[in-house]
């Protein structure tokens, strides 16, 4: 993580105030569209302000804001600094960066396309989304990936460049895409160093960060 | 003004003309439906301002701009054909996001389609309906978004009578949906239109330097309307529906909007001058 800014606290979802822990739900069981139940992460990066976000750099292309664009479908108290982002946004960044490499040309990650919270109006069910590891990604260079042989041309450079990661059949009906290619890691979570997940921490509040 | 619809091939005119100074109602075919064409843009309006004056969200949320709806038949999706909308601007944000106002004045002032149909998305057809209910606004019958394909195969469109656009350009007036700040607002994008129309063109030319118009067209292969608030020097305003259907040629519909304009116009300056008096 680089920028102008510092390098940003990590905070324990579960000792932020109500409000933050009812509509992020950190570490609770979430069901997927297709039955299969995943704990919700737990660790955030805590972004004070939009200029943070737009100066933190998390690979060398991608910057922290491009994975935070979301609209009025988010609850209100998440659209507005400080807000949260999943420590695995660090890993997905990771990951596109060698997609980036691969292909040559910038990757446009859409609107509410990157992390959405699991109070977010488009998480009916737990998607990778809903653990900062999944982008819908709507442009590459010049070309929007609206057709099935775009979504699918750059979906096999995905799958060749990145190993486990999954992208989404082209298609119309729930479960597929046709104006995105949507790329995903899976349900993973990163905790940080020196943090226990065994409960919340005994020490009191933001005992859990540390400089990521 | 009931002759100037004999002009037309095929087709019809429906005026509504209500004037605030003297409290009249001139109307032809008044409670005849139309095809609304862009006209119906003009509710989509007045419920978003309703839904913000509600507290679901201000106009300054952003909302994702996705070239991405569903029919309202079958739910299949289909999207806005930019070469055939008539802005770009909101075409150039696909991806990324704008706020609601924005929106707003692209689907009014550019008549953008796509825009519509991402606040339509928001607000919802019905909940569109359920808000020109509450307030009383009937003759409007908002169904679909726009470039359902899907839907007009199947003879569903929206629907204007101009008695109907007349009670809602007046729930706009009267601050019927929205706070008299908001109404306000709303006022100043219908009257940011980029489109001419014919209102305007039918007012003489001396009143068309001095008159304000608030208004919105329509235009499809087989309407041309306009329909608007009409803010003249000295007076209260006069509200107007002009809508033309006709297979014939498009400049046949706005040379009869426009007559029905200048008609319209004579009613009103003449029933002005009784008033007071």
């Known amino acids: ?212 | 003004m009931h002759s100037l619809g004999a002009t037309l091939t095929n087709g019809a005119l429906g005026v509504s003309v209500y004037d605030y100074l003297s409290g009249r109602h001139w109307r032809v075919n008044g409670d005849r439906w139309f095809h609304a064409a862009s006209v119906m843009k003009i509710a989509v309006l007045a419920a978003l301002f309703a839904a913000v004056e509600r507290g679901r969200f201000t106009l300054d949320c952003r909302l994702h701009v996705r070239n991405r709806f569903l029919s309202m038949v079958d739910g299949a999706p289909f999207r806005v054909d930019a070469g055939r909308d008539g802005d770009a601007d909101v075409h150039a944000a696909i991806g990324r996001t704008m706020r609601v106002r924005e929106l707003a004045t692209q689907m009014i002032v550019r008549s953008s389609n796509l825009a519509t149909n991402l606040l339509l998305d928001l607000l919802t057809p019905s909940g569109v309906m359920d808000t020109l209910a509450r307030v009383g606004v009937d003759g409007i019958d908002v169904c679909r978004g726009v470039e359902d394909d899907r839907a007009f195969e199947q003879g569903i469109s929206n629907r204007v009578t101009p008695d109907g656009v007349v009670a809602l350009l007046r729930a706009i007036v009267d601050g019927r949906f929205a706070s008299t700040s908001a109404s306000a607002e709303m006022i100043d994008i219908l009257h940011d239109q980029q489109l001419t129309g014919t209102i305007e063109p039918g007012l003489p030319e001396n009143v068309r330097t001095v008159a304000r118009v608030a208004h919105k067209t329509g235009e499809i292969s087989t309407v041309s309307h306009d329909a608007g608030i009409v803010f003249l020097p000295g007076r209260p305003p006069y509200v107007i529906a002009v809508l033309v259907e006709s297979g014939g040629d498009a400049r046949d519909r706005l040379d009869a909007g426009i007559a029905a304009s200048s008609a319209a116009y004579a009613c009103v300056s003449a029933a002005g001058e009784g008033v007071g008096r």
Do not use: K
């Open chain 1, 1 to 212: 993580m680089s920028g102008s800014n510092p390098p940003l606290p990590i905070v324990d979802a579960c000792e932020l105030d109500a409000r933050y822990r009812q509509l992020l739900r950190p570490g609770e069981l979430m069901p997927t569209r297709t039955g299969e139940v995943h704990r919700l992460p737990r660790f955030f990066y805590e972004v004070p302000s939009t200029a943070h976000a737009v100066n933190t750099q998390l690979t060398p292309h991608f910057g922290l804001w491009e994975f935070m664009e979301v609209d009025l479908h988010e609850p209100e108290p998440l659209r507005t600094y400080p807000r949260y982002v999943p420590c695995a946004v660090a890993a997905l960044a990771a990951a596109l960066e060698v997609l980036r490499v691969e292909i040559g040309t910038p990757i446009r990650i859409a609107a509410n396309g990157g992390y959405r919270s699991p109070a977010h109006t488009a998480s009916t069910s737990g998607s990778p989304h809903c653990w900062g590891t999944a982008a819908n990604i709507y442009r590459i260079g010049s070309e929007y990936l609206d057709s099935e042989e775009r979504i699918g041309r750059y979906s096999d450079v995905a799958s060749r460049v990145l190993a486990g990661c999954w992208t989404r059949p082209y298609g119309h009906a729930v479960g597929f895409a046709d104006d995105h290619l949507h790329i995903d890691l899976g349900y993973a979570t990163v905790v940080p160093r020196q943090v226990s997940e065994d409960g919340p921490s005994e020490a009191g509040p933001h005992t859990a960060r540390e400089h990521g």
